[in-house]
């Protein structure tokens, strides 16, 4: 069996992402991070920081340089922090951090996303990502 590590959405998953929360309100992302030991920019050497850096060390840069577009399309960082091994779920899977985003809607997530600003900054995730993961959140009333 292949090993599948998870860093960007496919068009497959964008699509269904869309249709299913379109029109649901606003939406928390949960990202599940793994980071790279050392930060790899391969093909991206035009946004390579001077010196070796780690895969935290680059997401930390890439939270710092997104962190104002974030806010500044009217999204906010709910909560951002280290873990490691899951209370309950798989021994084998292990995440570094967590981060949860909450914006508006669907379409301002897909907006953020495709951000001029933002994307002069992506590959920087790209770099420091081993795997992860994207789940939308859409909340519910308890009753």
């Given at each position: 069996?292949?090993?599948?590590?998870?860093?960007?959405?496919?068009?497959?998953?964008?699509?269904?992402?869309?249709?299913?929360?379109?029109?649901?309100?606003?939406?928390?992302?949960l990202n599940l991070l793994?980071?790279?030991?050392?930060?790899?920019?391969?093909?991206?050497?035009?946004?390579?920081?001077?010196?070796?850096?780690?895969?935290?060390?680059?997401?930390?840069?890439?939270?710092?340089?997104?962190?104002?577009i974030i806010e500044k399309?009217?999204?906010?960082?709910?909560?951002?922090?280290?873990?490691?091994?899951?209370?309950?779920?798989?021994?084998?899977?292990?995440?570094?951090?967590?981060?949860?985003?909450?914006?508006?809607?669907?379409?301002?997530?897909?907006?953020?996303?495709?951000?001029?600003?933002?994307?002069?900054?992506?590959?920087?995730?790209?770099?420091?990502?081993?795997?992860?993961?994207?789940?939308?959140?859409?909340?519910?009333?308890?009753?």
């Amino acid at each position: 069996m292949a090993n599948t590590n998870y860093i960007h959405p496919t068009q497959e998953s964008g699509r269904a992402f869309y249709q299913q929360f379109h029109e649901k309100g606003e939406v928390v992302m949960l990202n599940l991070l793994r980071f790279k030991k050392k930060a790899d920019y391969t093909g991206l050497e035009n946004i390579q920081p001077e010196g070796d850096l780690t895969g935290k060390d680059a997401y930390n840069l890439y939270m710092k340089l997104v962190n104002p577009i974030i806010e500044k399309v009217g999204s906010k960082v709910l909560f951002f922090g280290e873990c490691t091994s899951f209370l309950i779920g798989p021994e084998s899977e292990k995440w570094d951090r967590m981060l949860l985003v909450q914006h508006k809607s669907a379409a301002d997530f897909i907006a953020f996303a495709q951000n001029e600003e933002y994307l002069k900054h992506a590959g920087h995730r790209t770099a420091a990502l081993e795997d992860s993961r994207l789940l939308p959140i859409i909340q519910k009333t308890v009753r």
